[in-house]
Antibody
Framework: QVQLQESGPGLVKPSETLSLTCSVSGGSITSYNWSWIRQPPGKGLEWIGY???????KYNPSLQSRVTISVDPSKNQFSLKVTSVTAADTARYYC??????????WGQGTLVTVSS | EIVMTQTPATLSVSPGERATLSCRAS??????LAWYQQRPGQAPRLLIYSTSNRATGIPVSFSGSGSGTEFTLTISSLQSEDFAVYYC?????????FGQGTKLEIK
């Protein structure tokens, strides 16, 4: 059974960089694509981007200038960085496994609050 | 960006009855449409992909239909665990986008 677990700071100051890591167990990260999706409190879902371990990385144009997703097959992990955060970046961040645009496994999510 | 619009925002249905949720795309997504269920405090769970294919372990009470820009998720006989928020998602064009959700509540 594939399991994903997010980790990282729950509080980030405005203008700083949000960094999260997703640890994958029960399957290899060298297959499928690996996504980050976020959900502001009480709101809907926004796909931030996805990456394959070797090759294509896609970012949502709304965030593209501030986002980096990278895959580390040696640790079976992938990561998210969002620079210059504001309060609008406060959300629950989910890491997820994707397959042709469909998410079949999700992490439990981690709440990140942007506040001074 | 393809905008997904779900109606209604909230649907009140009695247990044992049928629920029909709608999703409209701002342009054709062919059959590249998925549905997810999100229970309170949980991550979303894949229900349906490619418009009408049930994901592994999803009961036959869940069915999807439609094509192009109009899609429907039907739950044939509501159980207590089915009361949740449901999201549609298109994966025809990047960025992949979700609807704003339909909250299915107990009447």
């Amino acid at each position: 059974q594939v399991q994903l677990q997010e980790s990282g700071p729950g509080l980030v100051k405005p203008s700083e960089t949000l960094s999260l890591t997703c640890s994958v167990s029960g399957g290899s990260i060298t297959s499928y694509n690996w996504s980050w999706i976020r959900q502001p409190p009480g709101k809907g879902l926004e796909w931030i981007g996805y990456s394959f371990y070797r090759g294509t990385t896609k970012y949502n144009p709304s965030l593209q200038s501030r986002v980096t997703i990278s895959v580390d097959p040696s640790k079976n992990q992938f990561s998210l960085k969002v620079t210059s955060v504001t309060a609008a970046d406060t959300a629950r961040y989910y890491c997820a496994r994707g397959m042709a645009g469909i998410i079949d496994y999700w992490g439990q999510g981690t709440l990140v609050t942007v506040s001074s | 960006e393809i905008v997904m619009t779900q109606t209604p925002a909230t649907l009140s249905v009695s247990p044992g009855e049928r629920a029909t949720l709608s999703c409209r795309a701002s342009q054709s997504v062919s059959s590249s449409l998925a549905w997810y269920q999100q229970r309170p405090g949980q991550a979303p769970r894949l229900l349906i992909y490619s418009t009408s294919n049930r994901a592994t372990g999803i009961p036959v009470s869940f069915s999807g239909s439609g094509s192009g820009t109009e899609f429907t998720l039907t739950i044939s006989s509501l159980q207590s665990e089915d009361f949740a928020v449901y999201y549609c998602q298109q994966y025809h064009n990047w960025p992949y986008t979700f609807g704003q959700g339909t909250k299915l509540e107990i009447k």
